[in-house]
């Protein structure tokens, strides 16, 4: 036998199920209420309310002459219990994750500086030294070969 949230669930897999637990949101029915907007027979109108009843989703009372089905909303706190729990997990396994991808974007910023220093033959340091000492422009200017356009 199957538990109560797996009936829940499969009740609610069907669309005719789901638009009607939708309408008992608002207010209790009559299966004759129920039935109007679809193009089915009453008879399998209550079909789809025993699977609705058997899940505790639903309920039918007496009311004089009349048996309105109404809609049980404390299995909804079951179904938001179980779907609050997954989300809470799913929650850390996207913050571990976004963790790692951003010490990876940082580990791959790094490897770019050090990569764009060593294409330049600079380091931060020796770049900061040598512009501090003001010398970084006569070194590059005594090491740059001259052309000469007339000669």
């Known amino acids: 036998m199957a538990d109560q949230l797996s009936k829940v669930f499969a009740a609610l897999a069907d669309p005719t199920r789901r638009d009607m ?17 679809y193009d089915v027979s009453l008879q399998a109108v209550s079909k789809h309310l025993k699977v609705l009843e ?58 770019q500086d050090s990569a764009a220093d060593a294409a330049t033959g600079t380091t931060d340091s020796s770049a900061a030294s040598a512009s501090e000492s003001g010398t970084a422009s006569s070194q590059e200017s005594s090491t740059r070969p001259h052309s000469r356009k007339g000669a």
């Open 21 to 37: 637990v939708a309408r008992l949101s608002v207010a209790d029915s009559t299966v004759n209420e129920l039935a109007e907007p």
């Open 54 to 111: 058997d899940s505790g989703l639903v309920s039918r009372t007496r009311d004089a002459q009349r048996r309105p089905v109404h809609l049980e909303d404390n299995v909804f706190d079951l179904m938001t219990k179980w779907i609050e729990r997954y989300k809470q997990q799913a929650e850390e396994r996207y913050r571990r994750l976004d963790a790692v991808l951003a010490q990876m974007d940082q580990h791959s910023q790094m490897s």
